[in-house]
């Protein structure tokens, strides 16, 4: 045993530690084994009270020894090999079963079988492994990546090739060797189809073969979720979602001015590096095989919330995430992120973490499991609640800051669309124009954004108007009338949000 037993004997229950009185329920022992080699090893005491922690030791130790090994002989496949040993503790003895990290992942009770007898440990209880985190554990022992895998019904055209070249346009050419290499594409029978990772970066019709590969959003009221503010959708390739969501985020905080140096700095109410980090990690370590819900961002007058599908990988604790030990659950995603200078150094992001919450005098930010997705909480200085933010002081600082790519400097390709950029009457068509460059929306996300409680005809004209003009198009053409439309800036309309609005509607009414 590499920790003392009598310090194993103070700490709570929790992922990699269980007490137990005897060896009366045995399958339960089992299930907490097995839970164990799947996940991240662990320590089980037997011969201790789980609630008062007192010890009080086992009858007969060398026969419960004998009955244990044996037990996890006969029941667990893989063969699985605990280390289990007679500690004493004054007069008493426990038997103590340290277990590792199973390298034939995963184990499971052989009564049960491979389907329903495969368990993973989650905080201080044991759940049953559904078909989609077999196949995790499946994968981790054979060193392959779920975004790594081909898509073998799919060609190369079903990848936004041309976005994924705009994005990379700063640090590198795209070209087909480069494809390859990053793993956007792989040879698969005779040709190069997309990976998963390219689907889910850059994929035509990613939510088609990924329905949970999106970002959730929301603002709510107080400090849970009885009450929401405000919400959107984030739907962008998974690069341009992270501004999407601190823009979200910026919206609904405040900043004010340190005049304090020479040059006037914003100083925001929320701790926008750590958020930023955060939100990235949460792309790169979603698990998202996984089926029933997305990414979410939740906003409280006290807290951020982002939550991602999927537990921590095999092996890892919350610990060893603190410490900058770092697994890459997705690899392609991941190298693209490193490739587009998203992410800086592997491992290192938490204990940046750390250290920026310390520096600006935040408590510390927290990662839990619950149920099977992962949450970062950041809590705040000082609480914000919604009548304060609704305070700004002009509607200039309530606008969010463009991203960089809408900034008409850091995007050559759009000169032709600005040289072509209309004027725009109408407040309501530049208002949308601006809501817009958040995220797509659909008509009646566009009114509750806009504050109105209905669709209007006046919003309905002016969606149309823009979308004759060519600033926005729909994000399914084929079926206009659908459900699920929403719309989207083009070119020229990214041109026109990246302009002051007043240099458009004025300054080209003087020429």
Not at 15 to 22: N, Q, V, Y
Not at 186 to 208: N, W
């Amino acid at each position: 045993m590499h920790t003392p037993i009598s310090e194993l004997i103070t700490q709570p229950e929790g992922k990699t530690l269980e007490f137990k009185r005897d060896l009366s329920s045995p399958k339960n022992i089992l299930k907490t084994i097995v839970a164990f080699a799947n996940t991240a090893g662990g320590h089980i005491l037997i011969g201790v009270e789980d609630d008062s922690r007192e010890v009080i030791g086992v009858t007969d130790p060398l026969d419960e020894e004998e009955r244990l090994c044996n037990l996890i002989a006969d029941s667990i496949a893989p063969r699985l090999v605990p280390n289990v040993e007679l500690v004493s503790i004054g007069d008493k003895t426990l038997l103590a079963v340290e277990v590792y990290p199973g390298s034939q992942r995963p184990h499971f009770i052989q009564k049960e079988g491979l389907i329903d007898g495969v368990y993973v440990r989650l905080g201080s209880t044991n759940r049953k492994a559904d078909e989609d985190l077999i196949a995790e554990l499946q994968r981790s022992v054979r060193g392959v990546s779920f975004d790594e895998m081909a898509m073998p019904e799919l060609s190369s055209e079903d990848l936004d090739i041309e976005a994924a070249k705009i994005r990379f346009r700063k640090f590198k050419p795209l070209d087909d060797e480069e494809m390859l290499t990053l793993k956007f594409i792989t040879p698969t029978q005779g040709k190069c189809v997309p990976t998963i990772g390219g689907m889910l970066l850059f994929g035509k019709k990613r939510e088609y073969y990924f329905p949970d590969a999106w970002i959730q959003c929301g603002r709510f009221i107080g400090v849970d979720k009885a009450y929401i503010f405000d919400h959107i959708e984030i739907h962008e390739h998974l690069p341009d979602a992270v501004e999407s969501v601190m823009l979200f985020l910026k919206k609904h905080a405040f900043r004010s001015a340190d005049l304090s140096e020479i040059r006037r700095r914003d100083v925001w109410s929320i701790p926008l590096t750590i958020l930023r980090e955060a939100i990235i990690n949460a792309i790169v370590h979603a698990d998202y095989s996984q089926k029933g819900a997305p990414i979410r961002v939740s906003f409280f007058d006290d807290r951020i919330e982002i939550e991602n599908p999927g537990i921590l990988l095999p092996g890892m604790t919350i610990e060893d995430v603190k410490q900058g030990v770092s697994k890459i659950r997705n690899r392609v995603i991941a190298r693209v992120f490193r490739e587009l200078e998203l992410i800086e150094q592997w491992g290192s992001g938490f204990r940046r973490i750390l250290r920026e919450a310390k520096d600006l005098g935040l408590p510390e930010p927290q990662i839990i499991e619950v149920g099977m997705r992962v949450r970062f909480i950041v809590y705040l200085k000082e609480a914000l609640a919604i009548e304060k933010i609704e305070g700004i002081t002009s509607e200039r600082d309530a606008q969010p800051e463009l991203r960089p790519e809408l900034r008409p400097e850091l995007q050559p390709e759009l000169q032709p669309e600005l040289m072509q950029v209309e004027k725009i009457e109408s407040p309501l068509a530049i208002k949308v124009t601006n809501i817009l460059r958040i995220c797509d929306m659909g008509m009646s996300e566009l009114a509750e954004q806009l504050g109105h409680k209905t669709v209007s005809g006046e919003l309905k004209k002016q969606v149309r108007h823009l979308l004759k003009m060519g600033y926005i198009e729909m994000t399914i053409p084929d079926k206009p009338k659908s459900k699920n439309q929403k719309y989207k800036l083009t070119a020229k309309g990214r041109a026109f949000v990246s302009l002051k609005n007043e240099d458009i509607n004025h300054g080209r009414s003087e020429q």
